[in-house]
């Protein structure tokens, strides 16, 4: 009997495309099913939070720059936005709070401070079992060689949230800026 993929949903924020190929390679590569929604608006991103443009996933990747622990979002022209979209160039912990249902997924956010606590509060407040990201300004390369390492050994070697964060955390001092928050 063949074992189901995991399956991945990955959201590529602005400049953030090259991460995004080199993450979907790598785990299509370890056999995973990953679902790209490029991001390019607020309401792409509510759309895939929601789960209004999303099937089940297990593992939620969101690959964006973040700052001051919010995702950064591109600001558009006050004649682009919809209606009811947010405004500016920020997706914070209210956003998720008001948009977001993650039951039953982890969520991996690459992004500099998005490991702040009131944001990984408000991911598993919305149903993620999990939430991990660096609570600093990190450089990008360590990023990208922590959620790989991570991904790898719950892929590859079989190995809980908790045991392949070690693991990929441990790589280097950079690494060690990402923080793992869990359900009680």
Sequence with gaps: MEQQAMRFTLAAGPN????????RAALENFGAKVDMHWIGR????I???????????????LCFHGEEGKLVMPELGEDVYEDV?????????DEIKRYASLKGAH???????????????AFLETGALSYIAPDD????????IFVL????????NTKTVRAAFDQASSIDEETKLFQLYMQK
């Design 107 to 121: 969520v991996i956010s690459t992004g500099c401070t998005l490991g702040e606590k009131k944001l990984a509060d």
């Design 47 to 61: 759309d895939v939070l929601s789960g209004r443009n999303r099937g089940e996933t297990d593992y939620f990747l």
């Design 149 to 156: 390492t991570m991904l790898y050994e719950l892929m590859n």
């Design 85 to 93: 979209e947010p405004r500016g160039a920020a997706f914070g912990a």
């Design 42 to 45: 607020p309401n792409d991103l």
């Design 16 to 23: 953030s495309e090259l991460e995004s190929f080199a993450l």
């Design 137 to 144: 300004y990190i450089d990008g390369n360590a990023a990208f």
